[in-house]
C-alpha cells in the first residue's frame, strides 16, 4: 500500500515558507509525496499549483503542480510583515495538518517556519513553538526537539526559555526523559540500534570539579549513572564540556549530542550545516519535521531563499513515515 502524502503548513505566509515550498516542489517533483495547505492567493505563483478538495488527490495532482489544500486567511499576504489578522489562521493550518496525520490522511506532518512573536500578539498563542503545541495536540507530556543533519545530531534537553531559567528547569527528571527519548528515536526513526549518546555538561569545562559550577556532580553524572545501571545497553558519555565535544573527530565517537540548553546545541549545527539541517519532534505519536530555520522577514519576497532545509525536511519526513509504517507491518504481520 502506497504511503499517505505529508501535510505541509504554510507557516507564517509573510516569511520565506511558501517561497520555499514552491521550490521544494520543483526540486523534488514526485518524488516525495506531500502537499501544501495555504491561501492559494498568498503563493508566489513561480510554479504551477493545482488546488485539491482531499488529501488523496495529492499524489497525483503533483504531475502538474504544487498541490494546495486550500485555507482561507482573512487578510492578503505582505512579504516580510506579518499580519495579526492572520495570525489565527497560521495555528489553524497546524492544527489541520495535525488532524490530518492522526486521521492516517497524512503520512507525516512538515512545519514552516512561524514566527513565534506574531503568533503570541495577534492570537495568544501561549506555546513557545511548535514543539510544545505538537506536544499539547499529540497528547504528550514530553517531547524532545533534534536537530539533525549528515554531520550532526543535537539535542537541547531545555529549549526555549531564558538562560536564567536554564538551571532551575534543568530537573534529572527532565534529562532522564531526554536521553531516553532520544536513544528510542535514534532506534526507531534512525535505524542506529546502539545509540552512542555524548552528554554536554552545563558550565565552562564541565564544571572543572565543582570548580566552575557543580550542575554536573549534583545532577548530570548522577542521571547517566542511574541510566547506565538501569540499562546497561546505554552507551552515555558525559558530562562533556561543551566546547570540545562539537569538532570533527568527536563528533565521530556519538550518534547524537544531548546539550543542556537551546544555543549549546543550535550553534554547532546551524554552523555547520545551516542549509541541510532538520529540525525533528521526537516521542510524537506522529512524525514531524521542520527547516531548521525561520521565518527570514530580511529576505521574504525576494526570490533568495535557500530551500534545501526544506527539501531535506520532507526527505526525512518522508523516511521516517515509511520506517513506522514498515514496522508496524512487521509487527501486525
Ligand atoms: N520552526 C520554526 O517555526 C522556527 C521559527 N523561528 C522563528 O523565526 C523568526 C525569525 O528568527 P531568526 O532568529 O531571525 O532566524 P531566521 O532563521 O529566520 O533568520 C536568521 C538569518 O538567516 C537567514 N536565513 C534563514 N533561513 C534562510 C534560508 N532558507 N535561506 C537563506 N537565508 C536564510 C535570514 O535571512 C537571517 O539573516 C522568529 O520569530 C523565530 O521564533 C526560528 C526558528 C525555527
Ligand atoms: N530554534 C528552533 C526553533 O525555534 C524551532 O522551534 P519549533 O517551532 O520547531 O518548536
Do not use: W
Request: aromatic share 4%; net charge negative.
Amino acid at each position: 500500500m502506497s504511503l499517505a502524502p505529508i501535510a505541509l503548513t504554510c507557516g507564517e505566509p509573510a516569511g520565506i515558507g511558501l517561497e520555499l515550498a514552491e521550490k521544494a516542489y520543483a526540486a523534488l517533483g514526485t518524488s516525495v509525496p506531500f502537499f501544501l495547505i495555504a491561501d492559494p492567493t498568498h503563493l508566489t505563483q513561480q510554479q504551477p499549483y493545482v488546488e485539491i478538495a482531499h488529501p488523496s488527490e495529492a499524489i497525483a495532482a503533483l504531475e502538474n503542480g504544487l498541490p494546495v489544500l486550500p485555507h482561507k486567511f482573512p487578510a492578503p499576504n505582505t512579504a516580510g510583515k506579518a499580519d495579526p489578522a492572520n495570525a489565527r489562521a497560521v495555528v489553524e493550518v497546524i492544527e489541520r495538518a495535525v488532524g490530518l496525520v492522526q486521521s492516517g490522511e497524512a503520512s507525516a506532518v512538515c512545519t514552516n517556519p512561524i514566527n513565534k512573536k506574531a503568533l503570541k500578539d495577534g492570537a495568544g498563542f501561549e506555546f513557545p513553538g511548535h514543539t510544545e503545541f505538537l506536544a499539547h495536540l499529540g497528547g504528550v507530556e514530553r517531547v524532545v526537539m533534534m536537530l539533525a543533519s549528515e554531520q550532526l545530531r543535537v539535542v537541547p534537553t531545555t529549549i526555549h526559555i531564558a538562560l536564567k531559567d536554564v538551571p532551575k528547569q534543568l530537573t534529572a527528571e527532565l534529562l532522564q526523559d531526554t536521553i531516553r527519548i532520544t536513544a528510542e528515536g535514534l532506534r526507531a526513526d534512525f535505524g542506529i540500534s546502539n545509540p552512542r549518546i555524548a552528554v554536554a555538561g552545563l558550565n565552562p569545562h564541565a564544571g572543572e570539579g565543582g570548580a566552575m559550577g557543580t550542575e554536573e556532580q549534583d545532577m548530570i553524572s548522577g542521571v547517566l549513572r542511574a541510566l547506565q545501571q538501569e540499562n546497561g545497553s546505554f552507551k552515555l558519555n558525559g558530562p562533556l564540556p561543551a566546547d570540545t565535544m562539537f569538532h570533527a573527530r568527536a563528533r565521530a565517537g556519538y550518534d547524537a549530542a544531548v546539550c543542556m540548553y537551546h544555543d549549546q546545541a543550535l550553534i554547532p549545527i546551524k554552523t555547520l550545516d545551516f542549509d541541510r539541517g532538520v529540525n525533528v519532534t521526537l516521542g510524537l505519536p506522529f512524525v514531524r519535521t521542520s527547516p531548521d530555520h525561520g521565518t527570514a522577514f530580511d529576505i521574504a519576497g525576494r526570490g533568495i531563499a535557500e530551500p534545501t532545509s526544506l527539501i531535506e525536511a520532507l526527505k526525512l519526513a518522508h523516511h521516517m513515515a515509511s520506517r513506522r509504517a514498515a514496522a508496524r507491518t512487521e509487527t501486525t504481520g
